[in-house]
Each structure stands twice: as structure tokens, then as C-alpha cells.
């Protein structure tokens, strides 16, 4: 068993053409964790005098600044994770912040180069191309790509694209294996409060969707790091019943925090990486799920049983038939 706390990274998006920066500096410890600072000079309209912090810290794993490329970050984060599932280890790997802060970009990848291919495909090269090398063992894959809107999933590999509800949707079983694991990479909605996002209508019922999943996320990121929490809510949206296992249990947990240092949302990214915070008080304990595969012990015992049989009829002359007995089939 591996007993960790999440590991937490951040990502800093690089500036727009007309953006400005806020003020804020990186200290890049290779060897502890890196700290990101985020000034927020005091507002004159708040009064002279007012005693609202200026300066925010913020510890992370590993801190990736605008100039970080697409194989850099799947190298640190991404990677070891990969090698986590190959060993029989649950995984997990989850991007978090405001709308247009790269989660996407992250996850997934740009589309103008490609370079920018994100962690999804690069992982996803990356494990068959290590099953190819690996010819010792026999390997089943399954894959799904489920999109949650609306508190409704939807299997995007299935061209009918309708809504399914959590028990219908396809899983990950591998039962014909002997270690299972499974990975999750998980680009999640924006962040953003709905006051903030100022819409109405159809996008505004989305936006409330995406809050309450948030939310309720959010809820049990609090309950899981608070000690002696004996009840867990994952059961109050579909994203935490499908990250149950992700967030809290026998999972390796990675989350990538979001940032847009852009002066205007500022206040953003500081909330985001309060979120990152709580979740990196929160430890997980990865097994290795290896288990017995009934279909394997079936096929032992069917050749223990010949064996046996072709023993018994060497010794008593007498060949035994596998029919069963009147008697037998009335018992
Ligand atoms: N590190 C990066 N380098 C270059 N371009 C980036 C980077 N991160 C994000 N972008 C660009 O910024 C834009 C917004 O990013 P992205 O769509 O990934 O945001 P998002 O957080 O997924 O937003 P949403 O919550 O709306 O899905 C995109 O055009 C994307 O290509």
C-alpha cells in the first residue's frame, strides 16, 4: 500500500497580447516545494488605511511558468502517474481553475502543432507503447471518454452521443486480469462564480450545473481533509460518484491548478489555489489491485480434474464417464 497526500502542480498560462500581469513570483525549489507568490497592492479606493493582506502564498509539487512546454509537463506530472497504472495502481490526474485558464490546453492539447498534444494522448502513446515493449504479460485496455453536462454523462466514443445515466455508462473492468487498474484524466469546467459569468438562459442553467458539481466537489475536498470525517459526500453529484475512487481513496492523485496571472483575475487564480491547497492535505492509499482471475482458475482445475481422472482409470481399468447419474440430476 501506498499512503500519499495528492500532488499538487500549477500552471501558469502565458500572457495575452493585451493582458497585463499581476504581480507575482516564483520560487523554483528543486529540491522542496515550490512557492508562488501573489501580490495584491492595496486598493486606494479601500481607504488609506485598511488592512486587507497584500501578499499570498502558495506551496506547490512543482510550479510550471508560461514558458513550460506540453513534453515538459507530461514528463513531471503525467509520467509517473502512467507508471503507476502499468504497475497495477489506480490513477488519476485532474486539471482545475477559471474558464480559459488551459485546462483544456493542459489535457488535452492545442490543435495548431503537434507539440502541443496534452497529456491525453501523450499518456495514452505512451502506455501502448509501453505494453509493446512488455511481452511477458498479456494486457487488456479499455477505454471510455465521458463528458459530464448537466449532471448527465455522456459516452463521447459512442456515436448515438445520448444522455446515460451513471450505472449505464460503459466502465473499465479488465476482469479478465490480473492486476487492474484504471486512469483518470479529467479536465473539469471553469471555475467561475455564476455572478461573475453574467448570463441567462440555457447558458445560465449550465452555469448553475457547473457550479453545484464544483460545488459538491468541492464539499468533499473539504470533508476528506478534515480528520476524523466518517461520512463523505460523494454521492450528491455524478462527478464525485464517478471520481469516488480518485479523491480520498485507492487512487494516485495528481490535480494541475490552473493559473491566469492576468491583473483581472487575479482574485481567481487566488481563490484556485486555495482549492489546491486543501486538496493537498488530502492522502490517498494506493493498492496494488491484483486479484485472482476466476476465469484462470477454472482452466487450472479443469486440467487438475483430467489429471486426476486419467490417473483413476490407469489404476482401475475402468474409464469414467463425466454424464451424471439419474440420481444425481434429481438431487
Ligand atoms: N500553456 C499554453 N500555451 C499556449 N496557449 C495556451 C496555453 N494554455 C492555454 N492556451 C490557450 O488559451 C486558450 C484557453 O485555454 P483552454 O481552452 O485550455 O482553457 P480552459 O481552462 O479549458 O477553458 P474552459 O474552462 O472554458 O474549458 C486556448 O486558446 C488555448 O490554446
Redesign the pocket.
Known sequence: MVKEAIRVYA?V??LGRRQQAGIYSIDDDEKSLSTLEVIVPHDLADGVVNNKRESYKFKFQKIFDQEAKQDVVFDSIAKPVAECVLAGYNGTIFAY?Q????????ITG?AECYSDRGIIPRTLSYIFDQLQKDSSKVYTTHVSYLEIYNECGYDLLDPRHEASRLEDLPKEPGSTTIRRSKLHLV?L??SERVAKTGVGGQLLTEAKYINLSLHYLEQVIIALAEKNRSHIPYRNSMMTSVLRDSLGGNCMTTMIA?LSIDKRNIDESISTCRFAQRVALIKNEAVLNEEVDPRLIIVQLKKEIQELKDELELVTGKQRTSELSQEELLQ
Open positions: 500552471r498560462k502565458p481553475g474558464t480559459g485558464s488551459g485546462k483544456t490546453f493542459t492545442g479536465d469546467a471553469g490552473m
